[in-house]
């Protein structure tokens, strides 16, 4: 059974550049949500969403947006990129909104130059 | 605003010594979770504490919960350089829809010294 699945698991991009990350979440899992670790720090919630809507969100600008697909799988717009979104984006899957917890992926490393 | 607290944000400790981690959040939530993370690495789940006075061991960690103190504790028991890692708490914020999210704790980035 395939955990959660993130892709691509690094990435540069340069500032004003737009970036797409992806998300599988685990089997029986619709519930997706995104984060922001930057470095040395603990990991910042972004947005959560469930049932193809965004049900929560973070203190982030609109330069970050997202979506999630009927198959639940979930991805990851940020625009107008800046160095300080240099970061390892974390996304985390749960069942029914996550009363029994999270499942976080691998991760996707973004640097951007 | 929902605030996770942890102390101590760093520990170097000689192998075969005990330790604890706290763990203060600022609202009341009786879901409090821990997670490992090494250097590079993702969060791997170590314990879901569910209710007050939730009691869990695995290995040489134990986590407690005290919803009424708003306090969790990771305990350490005869530490191995394996460990050495950074260990975070995470408090479920609900949502008026209904939904959970994580507020994650600053950290506690453990060093067993051998």
């Known amino acids: 059974d395939a955990g959660v699945t993130q892709s691509p698991t690094h990435l540069i991009?340069?500032?004003?550049?737009?970036?797409?990350?992806r998300c599988s979440p685990k089997s029986g899992h619709d519930t997706v949500s995104w984060y922001q670790q930057a470095l040395g720090q603990g990991p910042q919630f972004i947005f959560q969403y469930y049932e193809e809507e965004e049900r929560q969100r973070g203190n982030f600008p609109d330069r970050f947006s997202g979506h999630q697909f009927p198959n639940y799988s979930s991805e990851l717009n940020v625009n107008a990129l800046l160095l300080g979104d240099s970061a390892l984006y974390l996304c985390a899957s749960s069942r029914t909104g996550g009363l029994y917890g999270y499942t976080f992926g691998s991760g996707t490393r973004l640097t951007v130059v | 605003e929902l605030k996770v607290e942890q102390?101590?944000?760093f520990l170097s400790m000689q192998e075969g010594k005990n330790y604890t981690i706290y763990c203060n959040y600022s609202t009341t939530s009786d879901r409090l979770y821990w997670y490992r993370q090494?250097?590079?690495?993702?969060?791997e789940?170590?314990?879901v504490l569910l209710s007050n006075g939730a009691v869990k061991q695995e290995g040489r960690l134990m986590a407690s919960l005290d919803t009424k103190a708003r306090l969790s504790t990771l305990h350490i028991t005869a530490a191995v350089h394996d460990l050495s890692a950074t260990y975070f708490c995470a408090v479920d914020g609900r949502a008026t829809s209904g939904t959970y999210k994580y507020i994650f704790g600053t950290g506690t980035r453990l060093k067993v010294l051998a």
């Not at chain 1, 991009?13 to 990350?21: C, D, E, M």
């Not at chain 2, 090494?38 to 969060?43: A, E, I, M, N, T």
């Open chain 1, 13 to 21: 991009k340069t500032r004003g550049q737009q970036v797409t990350l």
């Open chain 2, 7 to 9: 102390n101590p944000l």
């Open chain 2, 38 to 43: 090494d250097p590079g690495k993702s969060l």
């Open chain 2, 45 to 47: 789940s170590l314990f």
